[in-house]
């Protein structure tokens, strides 16, 4: 079965510094999204992407952060200048409709030192 | 605004026991709800789902009914076994929303054999 796969499974990564966390969604799909989840909190929503462009983002989705799809198979998040409290699990999922389910992948785990 | 709270956990059963996960919401009209569930050292699985009020989702002996009276979509399976030791996360899609999910803060399960 097809799955979204994101890679690294761990990043570490030094305040400030810039990481990029990458997925490959699955092939067809044309709906992206970004989740976190802080150690011990929700799942939180931060931000969809369709036809090239963000559908949606949430307050957490700051100037700080940017999602690319430079090709046909990657989907990537950007954070600038990382921070302490940007350490979480981070998911991404995507779909192939609009009434389909989202499919994940198994998250990158982010610490920031 | 739309949220999910779900019973805090862990969850610790025996083999065979009877399990329920509450789950409640709050959200505007009839939002979509469902079940995903994490493997250790994987990603979000989507389990069961249900779209309209008394529609009951059900997957591998798990059931979930839409209540909308009690605005409540609480997890139920008869005879609970040892690898359905997991993170259960309640979440929902809003209205007339296609996008973001909205996640409750996941409860974790133990079995024991």
């Known amino acids: 079965e097809p799955e979204v796969t994101q890679t690294p499974s761990h990043q570490v990564t030094q305040m400030g510094q810039e990481v990029i966390l990458r997925c490959v969604p699955i092939?067809?799909?044309?709906?992206f999204y970004w989740y976190r989840q802080i150690l011990g909190q929700k799942v939180e929503f931060l931000v969809s992407?369709?036809?090239?462009?963000?559908?949606?983002k949430s307050e957490i989705f700051d100037d700080q952060f940017s999602v690319e799809r430079p090709d046909g198979s990657n989907f990537t998040l950007k954070i600038r200048s990382t921070k302490l409290e940007d350490s979480a699990m981070y998911f991404c999922?995507?779909?192939?409709?609009?009434?389909?389910?989202?499919?994940f992948g198994d998250g990158t785990r982010l610490s920031i030192l | 605004g739309n949220s999910v709270t779900q019973m805090e956990g862990p969850v610790t059963l025996s083999e065979e026991a009877f399990l329920t996960i509450n789950c409640t919401y709050t959200?505007?009209?009839?939002?979509?709800l469902f079940w995903y569930v994490q493997y250790p050292g994987e990603g979000l699985q989507l389990l069961l789902k249900?779209?309209?009020?008394?529609d009951k989702g059900s997957n591998k002996g798990f059931e979930a009914t839409y209540r909308k009276e009690t605005t409540s979509f609480h997890l139920e399976k008869g005879s609970v076994q040892v690898s359905d030791s997991a993170v259960y996360f309640c979440?929902?899609?809003?209205?007339?929303?296609?996008?973001?999910?909205?996640f409750g803060k996941g409860t974790r399960l133990h079995i024991l054999p």
């Open positions: 999922a995507s779909k192939n409709g609009r009434d389909q389910p989202q499919h």
């Open positions: 092939s067809n799909h044309l709906y």
């Open positions: 992407f369709y036809n090239n462009e963000i559908s949606e």
């Open positions: 959200a505007t009209g009839y939002p979509s």
């Open positions: 249900a779209t309209k009020a008394d």
């Open positions: 979440a929902l899609i809003p209205m007339n929303r296609d996008d973001k999910i909205i």
